[in-house]
């Protein structure tokens, strides 16, 4: 595995390899490795011929009061974790190198598509991640580039951004990665206290109960919003829920009634630490009265 840190370095590697025919598969992450990022990393070495994957904690992406600067960080490990996955080459540009001084070119994908779930409570966040995306793409120019279904609101902004400036790659979406207990894999896990930790697991305890609802006929979007509300009031009494909704999952409009395919996506605070679930159902008909299959 070679480790880059120049943009110039990481051109001239994958200059040659691009000319020698090889495809590249790209996995952008913010570090702290976790089985979640490595499944993406797994599924890019199956699909490539060169694996390159970049640590950034890019500072636009945090808002003034979040977390950049305690932001968790662990180079050795993460070059280690890269070597075990057969990753060709880890990208760890220092902060000037990707926003030098002088830098004030943004990319934002405008609309309501980021202006919704996260965008509420993080106004800015989409637009810090679509430049560092556009700017990582640029830099790669990967055929594939892996994201992780656990961020389904950053899946949809970069589909766009995508679409919207032609960048000629794919885009694939992996599945997300949970503890045992069901809680997604998230560097942020880290921050909670064990009683937090344990607390958390409600949140995809809440989006199973609200799937079974949903087989079971359920359509109301606002039934299953309070339902989701309620199993976390009552097993986690000092969580704050930032949202819940059921939106529809290409759009990200608001649903009042299930139909199609639909994204139920929620943030809850425990302390300090904000957490993010969503599930996907595909193809949703109305409600047939009784148990759907
Ligand atoms: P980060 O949070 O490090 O995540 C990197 C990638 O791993 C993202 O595509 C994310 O969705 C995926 N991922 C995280 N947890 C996962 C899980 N439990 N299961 C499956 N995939 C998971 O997302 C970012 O970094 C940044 O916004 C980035 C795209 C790198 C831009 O800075």
Redesign the pocket.
């Known amino acids: 595995m070679e480790i880059v840190e120049s943009k110039t370095a990481l051109r001239t590697i994958l200059g040659k390899s691009r000319s020698a025919g090889k495809s590249i598969g790209f996995?952008?992450?913010?570090?702290?490795l976790?089985?979640?990022?490595l499944?993406?990393m797994r599924r890019a070495r199956q699909e490539n011929d060169l694996v390159v994957v970049?640590i950034?904690v890019?500072p636009t992406?945090f808002g003034p009061n979040e977390d950049l600067d305690t932001y968790p960080r662990d180079a050795d490990r993460d070059t280690e974790l890269m070597r075990s996955e057969n990753v060709d080459i880890a990208f760890f540009p220092p902060v000037e190198e990707i926003y030098p001084r002088g830098f004030t070119t943004f990319v934002a994908v405008e609309g309501p598509m980021t202006q919704v779930l996260c965008a509420t409570s993080r106004p800015t966040h989409f637009r810090g991640?679509t430049t560092?995306?556009a700017k990582l793409f640029n830099l790669v120019k990967p055929d594939k580039a892996?994201?992780?279904?656990?961020?389904a609101q950053?899946?949809v902004v970069i589909q766009q951004m995508v679409k919207d400036l032609d960048f000629d790659l794919q885009v694939v979406v992996?599945?997300?990665?949970?503890e045992a207990d069901g809680l997604?894999?998230?560097?942020r896990n880290t921050y909670l206290s064990p009683r937090h930790r344990a607390d958390a697991a409600v949140l995809f305890q809440s989006l199973a109960e609200a799937q079974q609802m949903i087989a079971g006929g359920e359509r109301s979007a606002s039934a299953v919003v309070r339902s989701i509300a309620t199993k976390i009031g009552a097993a986690a009494q000092d969580a704050i829920i930032d949202y819940i909704a059921v939106v529809d999952a290409e759009t990200l409009a608001d649903l009042e009634t299930l139909q199609g395919d639909i994204l139920i996506a929620l943030a809850v605070k425990f302390g300090k630490t904000r957490l993010i679930d969503n599930i996907r159902i595909k193809g949703l008909g109305p409600n047939c009265g009784g148990p759907c299959r």
């Open positions: 996995v952008p992450t913010m570090g702290f976790h089985a979640g990022h499944s993406l970049s950034f890019n992406q991640v560092i995306v892996y994201f992780g279904q656990k961020d950053q899946v992996c599945p997300i990665k949970r997604a894999m998230s560097s």
